[in-house]
C-alpha cells in the first residue's frame, strides 16, 4: 500500500473502501513536446479531472467538521446552564419583599440551593434577615456590595448554588455588574426586588439598568392610603430631601397619581410654611 493510502486509510477508514471507485488524478507535465492545442486539451482534462476527484472526495473533509463539532459540544457541556434574570418592582408597600420571599421558598421546596442577599443599610428588622411588612421572615446575607458576596458565602457553596434573591436592590451600586457575571457566566438564576423609583419618582439607584439585561419584569402596586385605589407611587410624609431615607409607614405612603401631585403640593406648602415660620422666629429674637 502506498503512503497516500495508509494516510487515507488513519484520517478516514470509510474513505480507503470507497477509493477504487475516485477517478485518479491526471499530471500535468510542465516539459512537452506536445503542440500548444494539444497541451492546452490535455490541460484542460486535467483540469476537469482534477475537479472531479476534489468534488468526490468529501468524507476527509466531514470527518474534521464532525471532529470540530464534537469539540464544540464538548465545551457546550463544561458550561454552566444558561441563568435567568427576574426583576419585582413597585412602590413601597406593594408586596415586593413578600413576592420575593414566596418565590425563593418555590424554589427551595423544588430542591434548588437558594440565597438572599439583602443591603447591610436596612437595619429596621435586624441584619441576618428579611422581613416583610406582615412580618414573613427568612435569613439572609447582609451586605454593602454584592461584589463581596462570592467570597463571603465561599467559592465552593457558590458554586453549589442555583438561585440568588436580592432584596431592596436599589442599594447596590454595583447591581448590573453582579447580575450580568452571575447570570451570564455562572448560570445563576438572580431574582432582584426594589424600588424603580424614589420619592420623587425618578430612577432609584440601578434597578431599572438591569431591566435590559432581565428575562422578566414584574410591575406590582399598592393601594393609595387615600382613596384606596391602586397606587404606583411612594409619597414621603416627612420634611427630610436627602434621597436615601429608611423607614417605613412612619415615612412613606403609597398613593394613586392624582394624590401624588396634589400630596406634593401639600408637602411644598407645609415645608414653605415651616420655613416661614422659622424665619419670622429668628427676626424676633
Partial sequence: MSSISKMKSILSPKLSAFSPHLPKPQTISLASNASPSESLVRHNSSCISNHLHLKSTPLLSNSFVCSSQSRNL??????????????????????????????MQLESSSGRNVAIIKSSKDTRYGLDSIVTHDGFKLP?????????????????????LDVIGIDEAQFFEDLYDFCCG???????????????????????GSVLDIIPIADSVTKLTARCEICGKRAFFTLRKVEETQVE??????????????????????????????????VECSSHT
Fill in 245 to 278: 431615607l429608611i423607614g417605613g409607614s412612619e415615612v412613606y405612603m403609597p398613593v394613586c397619581r392624582q394624590h401624588y401631585v396634589s400630596g406634593q403640593v401639600a408637602m411644598e406648602t407645609a415645608r414653605y410654611v415651616l420655613e416661614s415660620h422659622k
Fill in 140 to 160: 439572609c446575607w447582609a451586605l454593602t456590595n454584592l461584589s463581596s458576596f462570592r467570597q463571603k458565602f465561599g467559592p465552593d457553596a457558590y458554586d453549589q
Fill in 74 to 103: 464538548q465545551m457546550e457541556a463544561s458550561r454552566p446552564p444558561s441563568g435567568e434574570i427576574h426583576v419585582i418592582v413597585g412602590p413601597m408597600f406593594a408586596g415586593k419583599t413578600t413576592t420575593l420571599l414566596r418565590r
Fill in 182 to 204: 452571575a447570570a451570564d457566566h455562572d448560570g445563576k438564576t438572580v431574582i432582584v426586588a426594589g424600588l424603580d423609583g424614589n420619592y420623587l419618582r425618578r430612577s432609584f
